[in-house]
């Protein structure tokens, strides 16, 4: 059974910065991509980062590009999140998964997943 745990989450002032963990069990991250997404209130979950199997090619939502980077520990099945020079339209929980593929934009829509953690709740003050 798949088990994700996000972590790392917290309250900061605009242009801070935070580092999300996703610790795996049940999988094992460098034999799938990986990626994150996050749901405002009252909003649809929605896609913020990839990561592909090999470990090196990335796929970012336009918001988000230039300001988070996604990376992974194999020695400890985790994936993370940089987040830098965060804005209060970044507030959301954060979520991460194992993506079912790369490349195409179907398998970076939250619809196509139907487990998930429970969250990291971030939140940034103006």
């Known amino acids: 059974q798949v088990q994700l745990v996000e972590s790392g989450g917290g309250s900061v002032q605009a242009g801070g910065s935070l580092r999300l963990s996703c610790a795996a069990s049940?999988?094992?991250?460098?034999?799938?991509?990986g990626g994150w997404f996050r749901q405002a209130p009252g909003k649809e979950r929605e896609f913020v980062a990839a990561?592909?199997?090999?470990?090196?090619?990335?796929n970012y939502a336009v918001s988000v590009k230039g300001r988070f980077t996604i990376s992974r520990d194999n020695a400890k099945n985790t994936l993370y999140l940089q987040m830098t020079g965060l804005k209060p339209e970044d507030t959301a929980v954060y979520y991460c998964?194992?993506?079912?593929?790369?490349?195409?934009?179907?398998?970076?829509?939250?619809?196509?997943?139907?487990?998930w953690g429970q969250g990291t709740q971030v939140t940034v003050s103006s």
């Open positions: 998964n194992f993506l079912r593929g790369f490349g195409d934009w179907y398998f970076m829509s939250a619809n196509v997943y139907d487990s």
């Open positions: 990561l592909k199997w090999d470990g090196v090619i990335t």
């Open positions: 049940g999988r094992t991250f460098s034999d799938y991509a």
